[in-house]
């Protein structure tokens, strides 16, 4: 199966129309396999593979990695942050239920939009997690985690961060709820720290005075009959349990009848102040900072909807300043495969080598070029059809061509050899590089042409004379 069995202690599973990956250990892998698999199923008990499994897919650059559904084994073993941060619990045994899910979710993940670059960092994790919402049909769901910097993580977005970063996961989301993308829903309230922007702190009384912590705090009691009022201490006995009032020396014996507690009294044993009410100071536990409380950040934790707006920039695209909805559909051109189709066409093929041998080579294009962010919409579908039609020039009519969005394109090359298809890297990489910078302002576009032949063999890197 392409270059998949290269992937060390991990299975392939066929289910109908569907490729399954099961994952059992934690080693170095090349997500970018995934490209071929339907699903991911992590069956493991170890929170290190679950973990290195998660950040591999979240983490990687392609949306068709990184919003590949994620299935999880049923385990007792598994925690609750884990399971809801997967599409799903499977018994190995019965795959329909994932396998429907599966489905539903490929099929929105072909619907998006795909640009390799932002405006910005945040508008990028932004739209990566618009992405994800709409994939899975359902909202942003805060999970409480100890571990987390800010005590809750959110599926797929807090993948895109290491635990020091934590606190911008609040920034971006904030920014999806400012543009309108997404709705909120209030689900709790948390206190960060102002210099490190921790929920990991001490709240603790300390003294108004020296500010010390080491307090003693004890009732106040107030007898009814001679109106004396005074720290509880002050009517105890020596080796006796009995109350008497210091003021006019009568046992004082039943509360809410003989006296009352009206309210309490601090004693600071560092200086000997006394006083009724305490400061509240915070002590950080990642950066040491001590302060009152009052100078927390209070910050809202959410449960995040995907709204309409939200829905139309993962279909569309992140608008762009002076940008006004195509008047004119532009028609790809004709011969030009639907990813989904030419899935199926690299699995024949492969199949096809298998029993019968041979060679042929499948060839990824990827353009990275962040000039293209400030086309509009029909400029980018030109730029689209002219491409792929360059693209379909430089091939046979025996080979097959996708394009799967603006700046990633994919072909099949039967029947080629080595030589063959490097020397095809080579044009590719130069030619795609000359139209875009002539066509596109202040473009300086990076051209990557990723070759593999069908079966577990990577091509080698070009050299500068032909391999034999």
């Given at each position: 199966m392409l270059a998949l069995k290269s992937i060390n202690k991990q299975a392939l599973i066929d289910f109908e129309d569907?490729?399954?990956?099961?994952?059992?250990?934690?080693?170095?892998?090349?997500?970018?396999?995934?490209?071929?698999?339907?699903?991911?199923?992590?069956?493991?008990?170890?929170?290190?593979?679950?973990?290195?499994?998660?950040?591999?897919?979240?983490g990687h650059f392609n949306p068709n990695v990184y919003l590949k559904p994620i299935f999880a084994s049923d385990s007792k073993a598994l925690k609750e942050n884990q399971i809801k941060c997967c599409d799903g619990l499977t018994d190995l045994t019965h795959y329909d239920v994932i396998a429907e899910r599966t489905r539903a979710i490929n099929r929105r993940v072909e619907k998006i939009f795909q640009l390799q670059y932002f405006p910005s960092p945040e508008k990028e994790q932004l739209f990566k997690t618009l992405q994800f919402l709409y994939t899975r049909e359902q909202p942003l769901l805060p999970i409480p985690n100890r571990f987390s910097r800010i005590n809750y993580s959110f599926p797929f977005l807090s993948r895109q961060f290491s635990d020091d970063d934590s606190h911008k996961i609040l920034k971006i989301l904030k920014?999806?709820?400012?543009?309108?993308?997404?709705?909120?829903?209030?689900?709790?309230?948390?206190?960060?720290?102002?210099?490190?922007?921790?929920?990991?702190?001490?709240?603790?009384?300390?003294?108004?005075?020296?500010?010390s912590v080491d307090l003693e705090i004890e009732d106040l009691i107030h007898h009814f009959q001679c109106a004396y009022i005074g720290p509880e201490s002050d009517f105890k006995q020596e080796g006796s349990d009995q109350l008497i009032c210091p003021k006019c020396a009568k046992h004082v014996r039943h509360i809410g009848i003989d006296y009352d507690k009206p309210s309490h009294i601090y004693s600071c044993n560092s200086c000997s102040a006394t006083f009724q009410e305490a400061n509240f100071t915070s002590h950080c536990m990642d950066c040491g900072d001590i302060k009152d409380v009052r100078h927390l950040k209070e910050e809202a934790i959410e449960r995040l909807h995907l709204t309409s707006k939200g829905e139309q920039i993962v279909l569309r695209g992140i608008p762009k300043v002076g940008e006004q909805q195509a008047k004119k559909s532009v028609k790809m051109v004709t011969g030009i495969y639907s990813y989904e189709i030419f899935q199926h066409l690299l699995r024949q093929e492969e199949a096809r080598i298998r029993n019968k041998g041979g060679q042929s080579v499948y060839g990824n294009v990827r353009i990275l070029d962040e000039q293209l962010n400030m086309m509009t919409e029909e400029e980018v579908l030109m730029l689209q059809n002219e491409l792929a039609q360059v693209l379909k020039s430089y091939v046979r009519d025996s080979d097959m061509i996708s394009a799967h969005s603006p700046t990633e394109y994919h072909f099949l090359l039967t029947d080629t050899t080595i030589a063959e298809s490097n020397n095809l890297k080579a044009t590719i990489e130069f030619n795609f590089g000359q139209l875009i910078s002539g066509n596109v302002k202040d473009s300086q576009p990076e051209i990557i042409v990723e070759l593999m032949l069908l079966g577990d063999v990577k091509l080698p890197p070009i050299n500068d004379e032909p391999m034999n």
């Open positions: 569907l490729l399954f990956m099961l994952v059992e250990k934690n080693e170095n892998t090349d997500w970018s396999q995934l490209y071929y698999v339907d699903a991911v199923i992590i069956n493991s008990a170890d929170s290190a593979v679950f973990t290195a499994t998660m950040k591999g897919i979240r920014i999806g709820k400012q543009e309108g993308y997404l709705a909120p829903e209030v689900e709790d309230k948390i206190h960060l720290c102002s210099s490190c922007d921790s929920a990991h702190h001490n709240i603790r009384e300390t003294c108004r005075e020296c500010g």
